[in-house]
Antibody, heavy 130, light 107 residues
Framework: QLLLQESGPGLVKPSETLSLTCSVS??????????WGWIRQPPEKGLEWIGN???????YYTPSLKSRVTISVDTSKNRFSLKLISVTAADTAVYYC??????????????????????WGKGTTVTVSS | DIQMTQSPSSVSASVGDRVIITCQAS??????LAWYQHKPGKAPKVLIF???SLQSGVPSRFSGSGSGTDFSLTISSLQPEDFATYFC?????????FGGGTKVEIK
């Protein structure tokens, strides 16, 4: 059974860097069939997708966070990480990591992929406060 | 970005009730929609993807329908373990986006 576990500081000061790690157990992160990503939920708000990464290092980030976010993967430790720089109180949220599965649909020239999250972690709360 | 509007935001229901949750996309997403269940302190669980395909192990009382911009999740006979928050997610294009969630509470 694949399990994902988020870890990292629960409190980060404004203007500093938020760093979280997602440890993957029960399966390998080095699969071309899946990507790995982060989602967050601020208090009393809906879910916001942050971005995802393949084991090869290929990434996609949501445009609103792209200038501040980096997702990386460490295949040797079977884990991936999130870094968010210059945080403010608006970055206070529960952060989830999740495996992204996909449906592949062929077109004339390539495959188009449609992503959903098939395995999630339980989430970790990060508060940005001085 | 594709906006997902989910309703209602909360619903009070009794065991055995039929519950319908709707999700509307701001543009055509074909059938590229997922539904999730989330209980406090637990990892969210995917129920349906794409729009009407039940994931393995999900009880048959859950069903999804719709295409284009309008979708629904139906719980045909609510069970005690179904009290949770449900949310939709469009998979049509990046960035992936979610509905605001529906909390199903005990009446």
């Amino acid at each position: 059974q694949l399990l994902l576990q988020e870890s990292g500081p629960g409190l980060v000061k404004p203007s500093e860097t938020l760093s979280l790690t997602c440890s993957v157990s029960g399966g390998s992160i080095s699969s071309s069939s899946y990507s790995w990503g982060w989602i967050r939920q601020p208090p009393e708000k809906g879910l916001e997708w942050i971005g995802n990464i393949y084991y090869s290092g290929s990434t996609y980030y949501t445009p609103s966070l792209k200038s501040r976010v980096t997702i990386s993967v460490d295949t040797s430790k079977n884990r991936f990480s999130l870094k968010l720089i210059s945080v403010t109180a608006a970055d206070t949220a529960v952060y989830y990591c999740a495996r992204h599965d996909r449906e592949a649909v062929p077109t004339a020239a390539y495959y188009y992929y449609y992503f959903y999250m098939d395995v999630w972690g339980k989430g970790t709360t990060v508060t940005v406060s001085s | 970005d594709i906006q997902m509007t989910q309703s209602p935001s909360s619903v009070s229901a009794s065991v055995g009730d039929r519950v319908i949750i709707t999700c509307q996309a701001s543009q055509n997403i074909s059938s590229w929609l997922a539904w999730y269940q989330h209980k406090p302190g637990k990892a969210p669980k995917v129920l349906i993807f794409p729009a009407s395909s039940l994931q393995s192990g999900v009880p048959s009382r859950f069903s999804g329908s719709g295409s284009g911009t309008d979708f629904s999740l139906t719980i045909s006979s609510l069970q005690p373990e179904d009290f949770a928050t449900y949310f939709c997610q469009q998979a049509n294009s990046f960035p992936l986006t979610f509905g605001g969630g529906t909390k199903v509470e005990i009446k």
